[in-house]
């Protein structure tokens, strides 16, 4: 195994962290000129996102009375697993890489959850997301717990051929840490299939050769030829696509006349406005950490997307006028898609928005005080661990179709998805109705209610 260490505990998209929300006050109506981003400050201390989980962990806890001893378990991550492994960068010079992955759970099965690459990853942020990989595959009913990591670094200051040597140094140094019964990665911010096909390819190479055809579900997200699931590159965007058309559908608005704004337009974002729009709605506003672009009169968003292969945000896209962070949150509009980084929505923009629903592509798009906001605004949300769940339901489909070396087709996929989608969409609907509570704390009760049961039927060893 290589070098590590484990502090056992008894545990889209480039976004918009990066930059602070310019905080001019929002009711000033004075005509404004668009402001350019904001140039990166040294990031203010930050708060901590697993203490947000918890604070929602706790809302639903208390209303389902939830075994305190449960509560304690998954108030703690299983292991914390930090890399700190050496890459030769430019023939000789070496620079030093943090890795993390935190595995929180996995009383419903092996631990799942993405790798993301983003230099203001920490152990924090890496805990916060693992508990929500494990309270999202328990809402959404697949045999998975909850991890998440990644590499603190922006990868866009390095080239192809030091991305790869980074992640495979990466994947030997989390060795035996993950395993395809045991922790599975897959993509997340900033990661892709190919990232997941070389994790793939430097786990395979520590294996006796007889060994390697049995372990090619280790990753998800993979690429097709490497063992992928058709759909697998779309599955989080089509996800948030059909929870947003069950909402249309069930609140009576018709797409075809909706119109949406996206926060973020990496894979899940560009993914997400490509679908809604596919089902009628017409894309208004897209914001990612270059600035914002809007046009009322509809932004297409494959156009969208070529221009942003090209020029790498967008911004400066000629088909809208530029927008700056408050103009773009105001923006009205039937749906936003938040598809970026966590706590984009928070006490200040929560005001902002101007909105009939929020569907969470991002994780932890929306803080709590966010959350109380919305509610006293009479904003729906769609919870982020039911709405962008899609991306684990397919790698769950591709994790068992490796097991079985089946090959399922797009449509196959897509069917199973949908229906995975719109039960869970239908049980939080349900549990929020019959409680009287909102989604988010549905959501939360329906995923513990199942992690009680799986406690209290095995027991806790000793
Ligand atoms: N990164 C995605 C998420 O946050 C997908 C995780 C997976 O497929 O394991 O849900």
């Known amino acids: 195994m290589a070098t590590h260490t484990i502090i056992e505990q008894p545990s889209a ?19 404004r000129e668009p402001q350019p981003p904001a140039v990166p400050t040294a990031p203010a201390a930050r708060r901590s996102l697993f203490a947000d989980v918890m604070t929602r962990l706790d809302r639903a806890a208390d209303i389902v009375r939830l075994d305190p001893n449960i509560r304690k378990i998954l108030a703690s991550t299983e292991n914390e697993i930090v890399v700190n ?5 430019n023939g000789c010079d070496v620079e030093v890489f943090t890795g993390y992955r935190v595995q929180h759970n996995d009383a419903l099965g092996p631990f799942k959850g993405g790798l993301r690459f983003h230099p203001q990853l920490d152990i924090d942020e890496a805990r916060a997301l693992a508990a929500w990989m494990t309270f999202k595959c328990a809402l959404v009913d697949i045999p998975f717990g909850g991890a998440k990591g990644g590499i603190q670094i922006d990868p866009a200051k390095y080239s192809p051929t030091q991305l790869e040597r980074i992640t495979r140094r990466f994947a030997y140094a989390l060795g035996d840490n993950i395993g395809p019964d045991y922790d599975i990665p897959a993509p997340d911010v900033n990661t892709n299939p190919q990232i997941m096909a070389w994790i793939l390819d430097t786990y395979l190479s520590t294996l006796p050769p007889h060994e390697r055809q049995r372990h090619v579900h280790v990753v998800t997200g993979k690429p097709l030829a490497a063992g992928g699931s058709a759909g ?7 996800g948030v696509a059909f929870c947003v058309e069950r909402w249309a559908q069930e609140h009576r ?35 990612d950490v270059t600035g914002g672009t809007r046009n009322r009169n509809g932004i297409d968003p494959e156009d969208l997307l070529r221009y942003v292969s090209v020029h790498g945000g967008v911004a400066r896209y000629p088909g809208g006028e530029f927008v700056d962070d408050i103009m773009f949150m105001q923006t009205p509009a039937d ?8 706590n984009q929505i928070n006490a200040t923009t929560a005001a902002w928005l101007n909105v009939s629903v929020v569907a969470e592509a991002a994780n932890g798009p929306t803080t709590p005080e966010a959350d109380d906001i919305l509610k006293q605004r009479g904003i729906d949300v769609i919870p982020d661990i039911l709405c962008n769940a899609g991306g684990v339901v397919v790698s769950y489909f591709e994790w068992l179709q490796n097991k079985r070396s089946e ?3 797009l449509e196959e996929v897509d069917f199973k998805l949908r229906k995975k989608m719109n039960l869970a ?5 349900d549990k929020a109705r019959e409680l009287s509570i909102d989604w988010r704390t549905a959501a939360y009760v329906l995923a513990l209610s199942r992690l009680e049961k799986i406690y209290k039927e095995r027991g806790i060893f000793p």
């Open 232 to 238: 697998r590159d779309k599955a989080t965007g089509q």
């Open 85 to 89: 492994f050496p890459v030769k960068m």
């Open 425 to 429: 969409y239908d049980r939080v609907r």
């Open 407 to 409: 090959f399922w087709d």
């Open 253 to 287: 608005r018709p797409l075809e006349e909706a119109t949406f704004t996206v926060q973020g337009f990496g894979n899940v974002g560009s993914w997400a406005a490509r679908l809604i729009a596919g089902l009628g709605a017409r894309l208004i506003a897209v914001q």
């Open 335 to 342: 749906i936003f898609v938040p598809a970026a980084l966590e």
């Open 13 to 31: 998209s480039p976004g918009l962290l990066d930059r602070q929300p310019q905080l001019v006050e929002p009711n000033d109506e004075r005509p």
